[in-house]
């Protein structure tokens, strides 16, 4: 059984920063490409930043600049350092993570991100 499990969410003003965490648990051999995506209310879920296995990035034009995404191996984490940011950023943002033997994708539960202006 694979767990992403997040933290870091919360309310901010704009202008600040936030740290998303997420961290990938049970038992599996390898995870490829991980990644955040947001939904805000009555919309798609959107890609926001990916990462694959060797560090290559990429983003979301809206966020290019301003989030950063970047993972541990070791831990079997990744981050986004979220900064300048901007109400239109509020919305639940979820990790997720492509794994390997198992093989499957897995989304963590979400965690709120509210930017106030």
């Known amino acids: 059984q694979v767990q992403l499990v997040e933290s870091g969410g919360g309310l901010v003003q704009a202008g600040g920063s936030l740290r998303l965490s997420c961290a990938a648990s049970?038992?599996?051999?390898?995870?490829?490409?991980m990644g955040w995506y947001r939904q805000a209310p009555g919309k798609q879920r959107d890609l926001v930043a990916a990462?694959?296995?060797?560090?290559?990035?990429n983003y979301a034009d809206s966020v290019k600049g301003r989030f950063t995404i970047s993972r541990d191996n070791a831990k079997n984490t990744v981050y986004l350092q979220m900064n300048s940011l901007k109400p239109e950023d509020t919305a639940v943002y979820y990790c997720?993570?492509?794994?390997?033997?198992?093989?499957?994708?897995?989304w963590g539960q979400g965690t709120q991100v509210t930017v106030s202006s």
């Open positions: 997720n993570a492509g794994i390997r033997w198992p093989d499957g994708n897995y």
């Open positions: 049970g038992t599996f051999f390898s995870i490829n490409a």
């Open positions: 990462i694959t296995s060797s560090g290559s990035t």
